[in-house]
T-cell receptor, first 113, second 114 residues
Framework: GDSVTQMEGPVTLSEEAFLTINCTYT??????LFWYVQYPGEGLQLLLK?????DKGSNKGFEATYRKETTSFHLEKGSVQVSDSAVYFC????????????FGAGTQVVVTP | DAEITQSPRHKITETGRQVTLACHQT?????MFWYRQDLGHGLRLIHY???????NKGEVSDGYSVSRSNTEDLPLTLESAASSQTSVYFC?????????????FGPGTRLTVL
């Protein structure tokens, strides 16, 4: 079945540091890939997405590129802020899953001043 | 603005009681989903619906039920609450076009079963 694996956290960084969160997937269909972010005490919000190979999703300074050859969708940000402290979820949907998201376990990111 | 709301935001109940969590969306989306979030497990799908009168079991459906009588609402019922059902519950909705559409999430309900 479909699955998503992302790096365990927490990831602790200083402000202005470079952030990478690794995400790899296995899927029987052809997936669309998502990063969702959950700020403390809130629900999940879509951060970015990519629907086909080599697409790059970007939002709020975050980027992720859909790499079919390595089945990966790593999230990156060049200079993090304290306000980026959150839990980040990688997820996928395939055309076979009919709208059902498969989530990774989530990675907590803590950014210190 | 369209939104998805959940109520209550926090609930404490006792083992064996029936509990219903509400989810209401004004996106006019066909698809609605219920997830639970537990440490180390990410989000796991409980039940989902593709439209009025349609309901389906997800990965962790035992002890839960849903009904869909209109487009806007998908209430989640715990028939006889158990301590293992202590969790944070999220409702989500999406449009039914390609099957790969973005899901929009509610703010969550924190449920504690004592």
């Amino acid at each position: 079945g479909d699955s998503v694996t992302q790096m365990e956290g927490p990831v602790t960084l200083s402000e202005e540091a470079f952030l990478t969160i690794n995400c790899t997937y296995t899927a029987t269909g052809y997936p669309s890939l998502f990063w969702y972010v959950q700020y403390p005490g809130e629900g999940l919000q879509l951060l970015l997405k990519a629907t086909k190979a080599d697409d790059k999703g970007s939002n709020k300074g975050f980027e992720a590129t859909y790499r079919k050859e390595t089945t990966s969708f790593h999230l990156e940000k060049g200079s993090v802020q304290v306000s980026d402290s959150a839990v980040y979820f990688c997820a996928l949907i395939t055309t076979d899953s009919w709208g059902k998201l498969q989530f990774g376990a989530g990675t907590q990111v803590v950014v210190t001043p | 603005d369209a939104e998805i709301t959940q109520s209550p935001r926090h609930k404490i109940t006792e083992t064996g009681r029936q509990v219903t969590l509400a989810c209401h969306q004004t996106w006019n989306h066909n698809n609605m989903f219920w997830y639970r979030q537990d440490l180390g497990h990410g989000l796991r799908l409980i039940h989902y619906s593709y439209g009025v009168q349609d309901t389906n079991k997800g990965e962790v459906s035992d002890g839960y039920s849903v009904s869909r009588s209109n487009t806007e609402d998908l209430p989640l019922t715990l028939e006889s609450a158990a301590s293992s059902q202590t969790s944070v519950y999220f409702c989500a909705s999406s449009e039914r076009t390609s099957g790969t559409d973005t899901q929009y999430f509610g703010p969550g309900t924190r449920l504690t079963v004592l």
